[in-house]
């Protein structure tokens, strides 16, 4: 299966995301934002970064804006439940990010965008 970073700054949506994938037989990374998810992505080099797009440190558009020049063959998942994420999802898929999902989400809406970045 695949190595899959999170990078989410709640942590029940990481712990909920991580023990997802895991269930699904993938390896799973977490960070807090985006500051320590690229620093992760470093050591860690995963197939897959899902990120959220509001977090403090390091937003996820400007995340996903270093994550896809620092590793172009990255493939990443953007993510938000803030009332505009409607909008901002769109801007992270202009920018480099491979699909979106809204929260809150289901297991397996989840795992079958995974998969279909994947």
Same mark, same amino acid.
Do not use: N, Y
């Given at each position: +299966?695949?190595? *899959?970073?999170? *990078?989410?700054?709640?942590?029940?949506?990481?712990?909920?995301?991580?023990?997802?994938?895991?269930?699904?037989?993938?390896?799973?990374?977490?960070?807090?934002?985006?500051?320590?998810?690229?620093?992760?992505?470093?050591?860690?080099?995963?197939?897959?970064?899902?990120?959220?797009?509001?977090?403090?440190?390091?937003?996820?558009?400007?995340?996903?804006?270093?994550?896809? +020049?620092?590793?172009?063959?990255?493939?990443?998942?953007?993510?938000?439940?803030?009332?505009?994420?409607?909008? +901002?999802?769109?801007?992270?898929?202009?920018?480099?990010?491979?699909?979106?999902?809204? %929260?809150?989400?289901?297991?397996?809406?989840?795992? %079958?965008?995974?998969?279909?970045?994947?």
């Amino acid at each position: +299966m695949a190595k *899959i970073l999170v *990078i989410d700054d709640d942590p029940d949506i990481r712990d909920l995301v991580k023990t997802t994938l895991e269930s699904a037989g993938h390896e799973v990374w977490v960070a807090a934002d985006g500051h320590q998810g690229v620093q992760q992505c470093r050591s860690v080099q995963p197939d897959l970064a899902i990120t959220d797009l509001f977090m403090p440190e390091q937003e996820g558009i400007e995340t996903i804006k270093q994550l896809r +020049m620092e590793f172009p063959d990255l493939r990443i998942v953007a993510i938000s439940g803030k009332p505009t994420a409607g909008t +901002m999802l769109a801007v992270a898929k202009r920018l480099g990010a491979h699909a979106a999902l809204a %929260k809150p989400f289901m297991a397996d809406e989840l795992l %079958k965008l995974v998969e279909e970045t994947l």
